[in-house]
């Protein structure tokens, strides 16, 4: 059972990227799905959140409104559309499963809450 991230890359300032996500050896249908970042010395950040159906999403303030989460259940994939990309945005980028639908709210944005995990995809936005 395994995520695979996929789609990372270099950019320029103000360009746009689309990672994905794949689920292998299980469905991710009925999970909660999150995006998370590290930057070199930095701790795994929320980036995004997206519940089971698509129908709620969450995300972090640094990033609302120029990145979209995404999700197609039928192809076990999730998806992080970014756009409007800054140097600031550089980091590994995880995407990660909870083995629940609903986690517990305050507990979203917690890397600690996620069973799952991919194995990362590098994105460098150069200025």
């Known amino acids: 059972v395994q995520l695979q991230a996929s789609g990372g890359g270099l950019v320029q300032t103000g360009g746009s990227l689309t990672l994905s996500c794949a689920g292998f050896g299980r469905t991710f249908s009925n999970n909660y799905m999150t995006w998370f970042r590290q930057a070199p010395g930095n701790g795994r950040d929320f980036v995004a959140g997206i519940s089971w159906d698509g129908s709620n999403t969450r995300y972090a303030d640094s990033v609302k409104g120029r990145f979209t989460i995404s999700r197609d259940n039928v192809k076990n994939t999730m998806y992080l559309q970014m756009s409007g990309l800054k140097p600031e945005d550089t980091a590994v980028y995880y995407c990660?499963?909870?083995?629940?639908?609903?986690?517990?709210?305050?507990?979203?944005?917690?890397?600690?809450?996620?069973?799952?995990w991919g194995q990362g995809t590098l994105v460098t936005v150069s200025s």
């Open positions: 990660a499963a909870d083995a629940s639908r609903r986690p517990i709210l305050s507990a979203i944005r917690l890397a600690s809450t996620y069973e799952y």
